[in-house]
Nanobody, 130 residues
Framework: QLQFVESGGGLVQPGGSLRLSCTSS????????VTWFRQAPGQEREGVAC????????TYADSVKGRFTISRDNPANTAYLQMNSLEPEDTAIYFC???????????????????????WGQGTRVTVSS
């Protein structure tokens, strides 16, 4: 059962920017860390960035450090992923997710398997191409 709705994807030229949004009408996101994942064609889903429930701790995959910024607005029940200096290698479907069990207010390691996450969205497609 999908809990999140992602939006903001689209077609952008290399070097361009996009801001993705992740929101939920099913539950309050404020108490949970949110992780953004992406899945490129033929590739496994990989963690991209995570923000804890209080916006104190943020983690990023090495491939996006310095280019992507994760943030959240708890009153708006929304998390964001600002993506700058986009590269063709960033082309993927982007998903947001949260864990259901454990210390779900904190960010797990960015390499945590997708099986540890119980709440997902349907994804939003990002295509970086000239």
């Amino acid at each position: 059962q999908l809990q999140f709705v992602e939006s903001g994807g689209g077609l952008v030229q290399p070097g361009g920017s996009l801001r993705l949004s992740c929101t939920s009408s099913r539950f309050s996101m404020g108490g949970s860390a949110v992780t953004w994942f992406r899945q490129a064609p033929g590739q496994e889903r990989e963690g991209v960035a995570c923000i804890d429930s209080g916006s104190v701790w943020k983690t990023y995959a090495d491939s996006v450090k310095g280019r992507f910024t994760i943030s959240r607005d708890n009153p708006a029940n929304t998390a964001y992923l600002q993506m700058n200096s986009l590269e063709p290698e960033d082309t993927a479907i982007y998903f947001c997710a949260s864990r259901i069990t454990g210390a779900n207010f904190a960010c797990p390691p960015i390499t945590t398997p997708t099986s540890a996450f119980g709440y997902w969205g349907q994804g939003t497609r990002v295509t970086v191409s000239s």
